[in-house]
């Protein structure tokens, strides 16, 4: 098999300067508040699996309700949008909440709070006057009756008016028994709004507002959720695509465990688990076309999907496990602190690789571009060639990155994200040696799956930054480095997590399982 031939080069965008007994009920409450105020610092020093996530994905609620707030039952610390104003249209912001089957009100309140500093120093601004409160809210057959105190029909102009009423209703139809909004004021429902003669005598919903919609609309496309896995949740998880199935190896404790996705028959199968125990420690793996390469420490083994059998081939010159692992097309390549190796399967060889003239740390990131290796640790950057056996130094990255995730995509290795959930990522031109800093994406990622769809980047889960820590946002993102334009995906069928499984088949990106303890998983197939 040869090397993989670089794509046609596309046009480069200009650059741009971007929740028994009481007493046990309090207890598991105090104690998931503790977990949430140390899970900040605990994600930014190691990437935890305690995750701060949305609640009921949409499509898990009955649609129905007798007057109750029946958005979904309560689970750990999760966390809601809500809806502010920028530049005269709606502007999503990400707030925590405390378990709670009042998810509305606990929405609205937030909603009624409006801006914290930095966002408003973001330019974010609520249309809706300071001082008005939620007087009650029901929700029923897909319309929440809302409450709301005299404050709220101050007089504005149309435009504002309009802002005001759409804040609302996007805040609320985030939920999935949620699809219009019926609004009253001091308990009597509001036929015409305010001064403004807004006709409002039947609910409304998302659609009313359109034209006050965020600028970037959600990429085209459709979800669907994946049946069942055969897996246990698992504490780590990695996957590749072999062309027709997607294979997911994870490891729970000290054994790994192996299983795969057909999208044709939308089944899972549960295949043998690699021979050795698994250590602490990294591990990664790789598709080689015909075998799934498992490098960890201590452990390197091989399992062929043909056979259905593992194998243990030759053991790798250096103890210590690849922080970054990519096939050529001929050999694996893994890149350690002492230079790394290569794996020649047919031959079943190592040879050593040079030192790097970059550290090789935990959370450095890399990508294969078809001639090179591209490694990023920090603000630092350097690319292997195999045909030459020798690295070079790269010019230093704007800012460090570590924790990112990084693709290529055919002229540029685009590394985006970072532990720290930077809105601003980087592209890297090996022709030109040069780095290009990329549109802001509007909400920082840690943690998250990236894949390269061929025209798209796509990202989805992981963590962002929200006023007192990090938190998973319900929706995933896409870039097109054409122009160099982030655009959202629309909502998954799942609940937001850090650190899920993700792969592009072709046709579709599969994510699967994540941090906290999920094992569920969907495909989202872009229309265009």
Do not use: C
């Amino acid at each position: 098999m040869g090397a993989q031939p670089r794509p046609r080069r596309h046009q480069r965008p200009a650059r741009r300067l971007r929740p028994r007994l009481r007493i046990v009920r309090k207890l598991l409450a105090l104690t998931a508040l503790v977990v949430v105020a140390a899970a900040a610092g605990y994600f930014l020093a190691r990437g935890s699996e305690h995750a701060v996530s949305l609640g009921p994905p949409p499509g898990s609620g009955t649609g129905r309700s007798t007057g109750a707030q029946q958005t979904g039952a309560p689970a750990a610390a999760r966390t809601i949008q809500v809806w502010f104003a920028r530049d005269g249209r709606l502007a999503e912001a990400l707030r925590t909440y405390k378990p709670t089957r009042k998810v509305a009100t606990a929405a609205l309140d937030a909603l009624l709070a409006g801006p914290v500093s930095a966002e408003r120093a973001a330019g974010l601004s609520s249309q809706i006057p300071s001082g008005t409160r939620l007087l009650g809210i029901t929700i029923e057959n897909g319309v929440a009756n809302v409450d709301l105190s005299s404050d709220y029909e101050s007089g504005a102009d149309a435009r504002t008016l309009q802002l005001r009423l759409a804040q609302v209703v996007y805040t609320l139809t985030q939920f999935p028994t949620v699809s219009s909004v019926r609004f009253s004021v001091e308990g009597t429902p509001v036929n015409v709004f305010s001064s403004g003669g807004i006709v409002l005598d039947h609910p409304v919903g998302r659609s009313a507002y359109s034209s006050l919609a965020p600028q970037a609309q959600p990429l085209a496309g459709s979800w669907r959720a994946l049946p069942p896995a055969p897996l246990q949740p698992l504490a780590s998880r990695l996957s590749v695509w072999t062309g027709h199935e997607l294979l997911v190896l994870g490891r729970l404790g000290g054994e790994f465990s192996l299983a795969s996705y057909d999208p044709r028959t939308d089944s899972w199968r549960l295949l043998a688990s690699p021979p050795r125990p698994a250590r602490a420690g990294p591990y990664r793996i790789a598709w080689t076309g015909r075998a799934l390469l498992l490098w960890g420490l201590g452990v390197f083994d091989w399992y062929s999907p043909r056979s259905g059998r593992w194998h243990t081939p030759a053991q790798p010159p250096t103890a210590a496990a690849p922080v970054v692992a990519a096939w050529t097309g001929n050999e694996l390549l893994g890149w350690t602190g002492s230079g790394g190796a290569a794996y020649d399967q047919d031959a079943d060889t190592w040879r050593a690789l040079p030192p790097a003239p970059v550290p090789a740390r935990p959370l450095s990131t890399g990508a294969w571009t078809g001639r090179e290796l591209v490694v990023v640790s920090g603000a630092r950057a350097a690319a292997y060639r195999p045909g030459t056996d020798r690295w070079r130094r790269l010019p230093n990255l704007p800012a460090a990155r570590p924790g990112a995730r990084a693709v290529w995509d055919g002229n540029e290795v685009l590394v985006v994200g970072g532990s720290d959930a930077p809105q601003v990522g980087y592209g890297y031109d090996p022709d030109a040696n040069r780095w290009r800093t990329l549109s802001p994406m509007g909400s920082g990622r840690a943690h998250s799956a990236v894949v390269w769809s061929g025209r798209r980047l796509l990202l989805w889960g992981g963590l962002t930054r929200v006023p007192g820590g990090l938190a998973s946002p319900p929706n995933g993102l896409a870039y097109d480095p054409l122009g160099d334009v982030w655009r959202p995906l629309p909502q998954a069928p799942l609940r937001g997590r850090n650190d899920p499984a993700g792969a592009w088949t072709g046709r579709s990106l599969i994510v699967w399982g994540g941090g906290p303890g999920l094992e569920d998983g969907a495909a989202f197939t872009p229309s265009g």
